[in-house]
């Protein structure tokens, strides 16, 4: 499998068209005719217990691809259709009878009458399309029909899924703004955009304040579904971003339900686990990710290293159109290269969870990231990835200490603690660069630091001018430990040092973040009282 030659035409496009055109993991139209054979085999399997199933089959063959696409493609309908099968062969708990019939009698109905939106849809008394090439995707409305059946499963399924999460009908800002972004993915990267697009059905909104929050959502139990937050949906840029995201995702979804991604024995719940070194360390196994996940996200990745490659050449000319920037697209197509780069590296220690598809697909996302990225980092490499963490921290810390009220900018026991983690930062960024002779010297201005935080400790200072000087800390070890070559924290381990500097870093930034979580959360506690 290879994806072609970049003496031509710029390799942003060779990459967007291998990454939306390629059979069988980036063409849309190939994906959903793999998906058409799967659910004629599965209305079969229903149409031995299911009128509305048997008079579904009898048209099946005679519905056009966008047709098809609409009907069997909608949510509820084709989650109705993959519960119920799911139950027939292997039991558990079964999907309602009732909302069964409900849903494949709205599929009939629409293919009869030949509605211009989805079943779906059809009881949406609001709806948006978010793009105008089509009747997909949607956006959710609470403005529904009185008698709404397919609205009152996806209701159920959403209370069922995600307890605590509310949808709403956005507010006009946020229509534009998914209008806007979804304009402009297309006019970024029409292939790719159209290609990831395809597989998105309904958009929708939840509400900020709900009691679980989140920023953006797939769930692999609501196929075509994707939920973003407001919060996410601040400009075109930012909007555009997080609609190519969660879609690829979707795509991702239909591909492991047409193609061996994973192995015959693969069990997600048994699955070997993958950290994510940029993201914060949480209690448990929370912050880690099984092998499907780390499939999927490569997927993301790879496709947002080509979304920033194209923003960082086009967006002088579009600002003016779509607003500034909401992020810097360099240093977001570096992060995404990275992170990429890493989990790719991942699934190929771990092929055996791998199915037949799954290991072209590792290898195909490996072809695009070699061609693609010219400055990528040693293979298996992390330490870059814990710096990532390390430098967002500072931001979210310093963005606290000056947002919170007097009362806790002086609270004296919160600058303790502030203190202390800066004085152990310094120790282990002290013992990462003596084990590195290629590492400029740190220890004067170290030094220097650990005296400022000895001077605050004798003044007893409090919560914003320990933070201050935990950020000082912070861009003196970023400074320095960013200009160690990568492969110098590959140093092997040896009788004095049982571990590498990769490991004593990771120690470092991960201990850190911990006692920092521990930190903020008093913080904001005390701010709420």
């Avoid at 229903?46 to 063959?61: C, I, N, P, T």
Wanted: hydrophobic share 40%; aromatic share 6%.
């Amino acid at each position: 499998m290879t994806i072609g030659s970049v003496t031509g035409p710029p390799v942003e496009g060779v990459i967007e068209s291998t990454l939306a055109c390629n059979q069988p993991f980036g063409d849309h139209a190939y994906i959903w005719e793999r998906l058409r054979v799967q659910y004629r085999r599965r209305l079969e399997i229903l149409a031995e217990f299911s009128k509305q199933a048997r008079d579904l089959l009898s048209v099946f063959d005679d519905i056009d691809t966008d047709r098809y696409r609409l009907v069997l493609g909608d949510p509820v309908v084709r989650l109705a259709v993959d519960r119920a099968v799911c139950y027939i062969k292997v039991g558990g708990v079964p999907f309602p009878e009732a909302e069964l019939q409900a849903a494949l009698i709205a599929g009939l109905s629409n293919l009869r009458n030949g509605s211009p939106v989805s079943p779906l849809a059809k009881g949406s008394l609001d709806r948006l399309p978010i793009y105008n090439r089509g009747p997909c995707p949607w956006v959710w409305s609470e403005d529904r029909a009185a008698h709404d059946p397919l609205g009152d499963i996806f209701r159920r399924l959403m209370k069922q899924h995600h307890e605590g999460l509310q949808v709403v009908t956005p507010d006009l800002r946020v229509r534009e703004m998914l209008v806007a972004g979804a304009t402009l993915l297309h006019a970024l990267c029409p292939r790719l955009a159209a290609s990831a697009m395809s597989h998105v059905h309904l958009v929708a909104v939840v509400d900020a304040n709900s009691p679980v929050r989140i920023n953006s959502m797939t769930n692999p139990r609501i196929p075509g579904v994707f939920f973003l937050s407001p919060a996410v949906l601040t400009s075109p840029w930012q909007a555009a971003e997080y609609l190519l995201h969660e879609a690829m995702h979707l795509k991702f979804l239909d591909l492991e339900n047409t193609h061996s991604l994973f192995s015959e024995s693969y069990d997600e719940t048994r699955s070997p686990l993958i950290r994510p070194h940029w993201n914060k360390v949480r209690q448990g196994n929370e912050g880690e990710w099984p092998i499907n996940r780390v499939l999927t996200v490569t997927h993301v990745y790879t496709c947002l290293a080509l979304f920033f490659s194209i923003v960082a050449k086009r967006s002088p000319n579009l600002e003016g159109e779509y607003g500034p920037l909401h992020r810097d697209p360099i240093r977001q197509l570096r992060r995404s290269f990275d992170r990429a780069h890493y989990l790719r590296y991942q699934l190929s220690c771990h092929e055996e969870q791998l199915g037949v598809a799954g290991r072209l697909m590792v290898r195909w996302l490996g072809e695009i990231l070699m061609v693609f990225d010219t400055a990528a980092p040693p293979e298996g490499s992390y330490a870059h990835l814990l710096l990532d963490l390390y430098e967002r921290e500072v931001d979210e810390i310093r963005t606290i200490a000056e947002s919170t009220d007097m009362a806790v900018r002086h609270d004296a026991q919160l600058g303790q603690a502030i203190r202390k983690v800066a004085m152990e930062e310094i120790s282990g960024a002290l013992e990462v660069t003596s084990m590195i002779s290629a590492a400029p010297p740190a220890d004067r201005v170290l030094q220097n630091h650990q005296e400022a935080l000895r001077a605050l400790e004798v003044v007893n200072a409090g919560f914003k001018d320990s933070v201050d000087a935990l950020v000082a800390v912070r861009s003196s070890i970023l400074q320095n430990l960013s200009e160690i070559p990568p492969v110098a924290y590959f140093l092997p381990r040896s009788n004095l040092r049982p571990n590498t500097p990769s490991e004593v870093l990771r120690d470092m930034v991960e201990g850190s973040t911990s006692q920092l979580n521990s930190v903020i959360k008093s913080a904001r506690a005390r701010a709420s009282t």
